[in-house]
Nanobody, 125 residues
């Protein structure tokens, strides 16, 4: 069973930093893009950052210059380094994989639209 396991959330003061991690567990052959979304209370879920399989990146305008997404393909893990955090960054952060190739059961299969359980990030003094 493919799962996304997130870690690294917590409480931080404004101006502080946090690093989120997302690991794809299971019998994985390859992972397409890896995304970080966030959702604050009363708001829609929004795409914060994306990194493709070839490490091209895309960022939400409000986090450009403060957040950095990266990945370690050997570990099937994506990271979101967040610096100069602001109270408006407070949200539940979700890891998302649009598509991947699995080798579970000794055969090739494809899975789509996989979400992690979310990790809370709170920026407050």
């Amino acid at each position: 069973q493919v799962q996304l396991v997130e870690s690294g959330g917590g409480l931080v003061q404004p101006g502080g930093s946090l690093r989120l991690s997302c690991t794809v567990s299971g019998s994985i052959y390859s992972v397409d893009a890896m995304d970080w979304y966030r959702q604050a209370p009363g708001n829609q879920r929004e795409l914060v950052a994306r990194i493709t399989s070839s490490s091209l990146t895309h960022y939400l305008d409000s986090v450009k210059g403060r957040f950095t997404i990266s990945r370690d393909n050997a570990k099937n893990t994506a990271y979101l380094q967040m610096t100069n955090l602001k109270p408006e960054d407070t949200a539940v952060y979700y890891c998302h994989v649009p598509a991947l190739t699995s080798t579970a059961g000794g055969r090739i299969s494809y899975e789509y639209d996989i979400w992690g359980q979310g990790t809370q990030v709170t920026v407050s003094s």
